[in-house]
């Protein structure tokens, strides 16, 4: 297994995984175990790995099996989502400071091919992002839609994320989550 910061030329990969398990595309039977609920596109992912190169894969035997997507939170306003989540910054803080987008960037999704559930897998990608994104920002924000409670139960558990609050936005209900980027998950 190898874990590095993803270049153009893996992204065709990268969306042959996410297809997989995005929410509009993954089995039935398979939404139980997660899920991500953003689609991406081609030109989306270029922009990422060119803007932030914030795209982190993990790659066994020339396969794209894990990835996690971090980036400023410039680069996800275009998604009203994330819009929305910009706007509460302000209200929110960690770490004794208010959040904002100077000190925080976004994180996820995050994606790990079924095969590789409850394995170091999960630990190891997120550490790895982490230490690239900490040398721009100080603390890490995400959100998991209450419907994905494995999702939830990885970041809250295994990978210790805080709840900082819960929210509504577009008939859902999320929980927003941060983390210290100066802390290994051990």
Same mark, same amino acid.
């Given at each position: /297994?190898? *874990?590095?910061?993803?270049?153009?030329?893996?992204?065709?990969?990268?969306? %042959?995984?996410? %297809?997989?398990?995005?929410?509009?595309?993954?089995?039935?039977?398979?939404?139980?175990?997660?899920?991500?609920?953003?689609?991406? #596109?081609? &030109?989306?992912?270029? +922009?990422?790995?060119?803007?932030?190169?914030?795209?982190?894969? /993990?790659?066994?035997?020339?396969? =794209?099996?894990?990835?996690?997507?971090?980036? +400023?939170?410039?680069?996800?306003?275009?998604?009203? /989502?994330?819009?929305? /989540?910009?706007?509460?910054?302000?209200?929110? %803080? *960690?770490?004794?400071?208010?959040?904002?987008? &100077?000190? +925080?960037?976004?994180?996820?999704?995050?994606?790990?091919?079924?095969?590789? $559930?409850? #394995?170091? =897998?999960?630990?190891?990608?997120?550490?790895?992002?982490?230490?690239?994104?900490?040398? $721009?920002?100080?603390?890490?924000?995400?959100?998991?839609?209450?419907?994905?409670? $494995?999702?939830?139960? %990885?970041?809250?558990?295994?990978?210790?994320?805080?709840?900082?609050?819960?929210?509504? *936005?577009?008939?859902?209900?999320? *929980?927003?989550? =941060?983390?210290?980027?100066?802390?290994?998950?051990?």
């Amino acid at each position: /297994m190898h *874990y590095k910061v993803a270049t153009l030329e893996d992204i065709e990969a990268t969306l %042959a995984l996410h %297809a997989k398990y995005q929410v509009d595309t993954i089995k039935e039977e398979d939404k139980k175990d997660g899920f991500v609920t953003t689609a991406f #596109t081609k &030109e989306q992912l270029t +922009s990422l790995i060119r803007e932030e190169q914030g795209l982190f894969i /993990m790659i066994d035997k020339g396969k =794209v099996l894990a990835y996690v997507m971090a980036a +400023s939170w410039q680069f996800w306003s275009r998604w009203p /989502m994330f819009a929305h /989540m910009i706007k509460e910054l302000p209200k929110l %803080a *960690y770490l004794g400071e208010t959040l904002s987008t &100077e000190n +925080s960037y976004q994180y996820g999704p995050i994606c790990i091919d079924k095969s590789l $559930r409850g #394995t170091e =897998v999960l630990k190891n990608i997120f550490n790895f992002s982490r230490t690239h994104m900490a040398k $721009r920002y100080p603390i890490l924000v995400t959100f998991v839609n209450k419907i994905n409670p $494995r999702s939830f139960e %990885a970041h809250k558990r295994k990978l210790g994320l805080d709840v900082i609050q819960e929210f509504e *936005y577009n008939g859902n209900h999320y *929980y927003e989550m =941060v983390y210290d980027t100066t802390k290994p998950v051990i």
